[in-house]
C-alpha cells in the first residue's frame, strides 16, 4: 500500500503526465484562454463529426488533410525561419506574447493536422493486408501505436512543452541546454522518426493506402523542415554557441 507521505508525489506525477498529453495535442492548460479553450472545444466537436456524421467521406478527408498539411508545415517553416514571420510577432507583441500568439496557432493546427491523418485513414479504409491473418495485424498495429506514441511523449517530457512548441526557434536562442536525454540517448530525432509510428498503425489498423501516403507525407515534410530550418538554427545557436 502507498503511504500517505508517498501519494502527493504520484498523484502530482499523474496530473504532469496528463498536461504533457493535453499539450501535446495542441492545448496548453497553463495558458488557457476563453480563446483558446473555445477554439479548442469547437475543434474537438468538428472531429466528433467527421468520425460520427461524415465517417467515409474520402474527398472530404483529402481536402482536409491536405489543406492542414500545407498550413502546419507552411506555418512553422515561415514563422521560424531565421527571419521568419516570428519577428513580426515579437515587434507587434513582444516576446512573451508574441510567443503565446504563435504557440496558439500552433496548437491549432498541431490538432487538425493529427485529426486529419487519422480521419483519412478512417475514411478510406482498404484491404491492403488481407493476406496477414486479423490477429497479427492487431498485435502490429498495437505494438506499433503504443511505441510511437510512448516515444513521442517520453520525448517531449525530455525537451519540455516550450521546446516541443519550438520556443526557443521562435526567440531564436536557446531556453535550456541541448538535450541528450530519455530518448535522444539513442535516437537522433525520436521525435519526427519513431514518434511517428501510431500514424502508420492507424493506417494499417484500416488497410488504407490513403492513410499510409498521408502518415508517409506528414513525415517527410516534418525532417523537410527539421533539415532545411530546424537543423540550421541548431547549428548556430546550440553547436556554435557552446563552442
Request: hydrophobic share 50%; proline share 3%; with cysteine.
Amino acid at each position: 500500500m502507498m503511504s500517505k507521505t508517498a501519494q502527493p508525489a504520484f498523484f502530482k506525477r499523474v496530473y504532469d503526465f496528463l498536461i504533457l498529453i493535453i499539450s501535446m495535442t495542441g492545448f496548453v492548460p497553463k495558458h488557457a484562454t476563453v480563446l483558446r479553450t473555445v477554439t479548442m472545444l469547437a475543434s474537438v466537436a468538428f472531429a466528433y463529426y467527421l468520425s460520427n456524421y461524415q465517417p467515409l467521406n474520402s474527398k472530404l478527408a483529402i481536402t482536409y488533410f491536405l489543406a492542414f498539411e500545407v498550413f502546419y508545415v507552411g506555418f512553422i517553416t515561415i514563422a521560424l525561419s531565421k527571419n521568419g514571420l516570428r519577428l513580426w510577432f515579437i515587434k507587434t507583441w513582444g516576446e512573451e506574447r508574441g510567443y503565446l500568439a504563435f504557440e496558439a496557432i500552433l496548437g491549432f493546427l498541431f490538432f487538425h493536422n493529427g485529426v486529419s491523418i487519422g480521419y483519412i485513414a478512417s475514411s478510406t479504409p482498404g484491404d491492403l493486408f488481407h493476406f496477414v491473418p486479423e490477429n497479427l495485424i492487431l498485435i502490429i498495429v498495437v505494438i506499433l501505436f503504443v511505441s510511437g506514441f510512448l516515444i513521442k511523449i517520453l520525448a517531449a517530457k525530455a525537451v519540455s512543452i516550450d521546446i516541443y512548441y519550438w520556443k526557443d526557434m521562435f526567440l531564436g536562442r536557446k531556453i535550456c541546454e541541448f538535450v541528450v536525454g530519455g530518448p535522444y540517448k539513442y535516437f537522433k530525432n525520436p521525435m519526427y522518426g519513431l514518434g511517428q509510428l501510431q500514424a502508420y498503425a492507424t493506417a494499417i489498423w484500416y488497410g488504407s493506402a490513403y492513410g499510409l501516403t498521408a502518415a508517409f507525407l506528414n513525415q517527410a515534410l516534418i525532417f523537410t523542415f527539421y533539415y532545411l530550418v530546424e537543423t540550421e538554427f541548431i547549428r548556430r545557436v546550440y553547436i556554435k554557441g557552446a563552442v
